[in-house]
C-alpha cells in the first residue's frame, strides 16, 4: 500500500505546497520511522565465526558463484537490465514534466500505476511459473520490461496531454509488471540453486554484479540527455534490453531451467 499511496501523496504535495514542503514531509517520515525501529527490543543473534574474516566469507561468495556459472550469467544479465533500467529512471521525471507537460500530481499518480504494475506481476509469477519453466518466466518478465519502456517513450508522440499520460501510465504498468514476475522468479532460481550455507554470501556477490551498474546507468542518463531528447533515450534502453533478451537465448543462460540442485564444483563449507 505504501508504494502504491506515497509517490501519489508526493505529486499532491509538490502540487499543493510546492516542493520544499514535500521534502520536509518526506524527511518527517523517515525520523518516525527511525523512532519505530529504533524502539523495537530485539535479542542479539549469534556473530559469524571468529576464524573466518569478513575478507575470506566475500570471496568464498565470489567464488561459489564463479563456479556456479547459472547463477553468474543471470547476475550479469541483472547487471545489464540495471544499466537501462536505472537510465530511464534518471530521466522519467524530466520526462514527463519537460516533455509530456504532466502536472506534479500525473507524476506521482504514474508512480502509483507503476507499484499497482509491479504488485500484479508478483502475483502473477507464481501462475506463470506453473506453465513456464524459470528461466521462459523471466524471459517474459523482461521482455515486458523492455516493451514497456518502448510504450513510455511512445507517449512522446501522443496528441494530447491527457493522451501521453494515458499511455505513459500503460508503459509504467508493463514495465513494473514484467520487473514483478522477472524478480520474483530471479529470486527463487537463485534459492533454488545455491547450497544453503552460502546463501548469504552468493547473494551478497550477486547483488554487487547486479545492483552493482546502477550509478553506470544513471550517468549514461544524464549524459544520453545532453545530446537527444529523453524519450530517445529511453525507446532505445527498451530496444537494446529486446536485443540482449534474444541474445541470451544462445548462450548457458538457458542451463537456469536446470534448477534442481547446485553445482558439483561448490566452495567446501567452513568448518
Not at 504514474?110 to 502475483?123: D, E, K, Q
Request: net charge positive; aromatic share 8%; hydrophobic share 50%.
Amino acid at each position: 500500500m505504501v508504494e502504491v499511496s506515497g509517490p501519489g501523496m508526493a505529486g499532491l504535495l509538490v502540487q499543493g505546497f510546492s516542493a520544499p514542503y514535500a521534502v520536509v514531509a518526506d524527511a518527517v517520515s523517515f525520523f518516525l520511522a527511525g523512532t519505530l525501529v529504533g524502539s523495537l527490543r530485539m535479542k542479539p543473534r549469534a556473530g559469524p565465526d571468529p576464524r573466518h574474516g569478513w575478507l575470506s566469507r566475500m570471496k568464498s561468495g565470489f567464488v561459489y558463484l564463479g563456479r556456479e556459472r547459472r547463477l553468474l550469467m543471470l547476475g550479469v544479465s541483472s547487471g545489464v537490465f540495471n544499466v537501462f533500467i536505472q537510465a530511464y529512471l534518471t530521466l522519467l521525471v524530466l520526462y514527463a514534466v519537460s516533455s509530456l507537460h504532466l502536472s506534479p500530481a500525473a507524476v506521482g499518480a504514474t508512480y502509483s500505476v507503476g507499484a499497482v504494475g509491479g504488485i500484479a506481476g508478483a502475483a502473477a509469477a507464481n501462475g506463470l511459473g506453473r506453465r513456464l519453466s524459470p528461466v521462459d518466466a523471466i524471459n517474459v518478465g523482461d521482455v515486458m520490461t523492455a516493451v514497456g519502456l518502448i510504450v513510455i517513450a511512445a507517449a512522446a508522440a501522443a496528441g494530447s496531454t491527457v493522451s501521453a499520460a494515458l499511455v505513459l501510465a500503460t508503459g509504467v504498468f508493463l514495465y513494473s509488471f514484467g520487473l514483478g514476475v522477472a524478480n520474483v522468479h530471479a529470486v527463487s532460481v537463485r534459492q533454488r540453486i545455491c547450497r544453503p550455507d552460502m546463501l548469504g554470501r552468493l547473494t551478497a556477490s550477486y547483488r554487487l554484479i547486479s545492483h552493482g551498474t546502477l550509478p553506470l546507468g544513471a550517468l549514461l542518463g544524464g549524459v544520453g540527455a545532453q545530446f537527444a531528447d529523453p524519450a530517445v533515450i529511453i525507446c532505445a534502453s527498451g530496444i537494446v534490453l529486446l536485443v540482449w533478451v534474444a541474445a541470451l537465448q544462445f548462450t548457458s543462460y538457458r542451463d537456469l531451467a536446470v534448477t534442481g540442485t547446485p553445482s558439483r564444483e561448490s566452495v567446501r563449507p567452513e568448518p
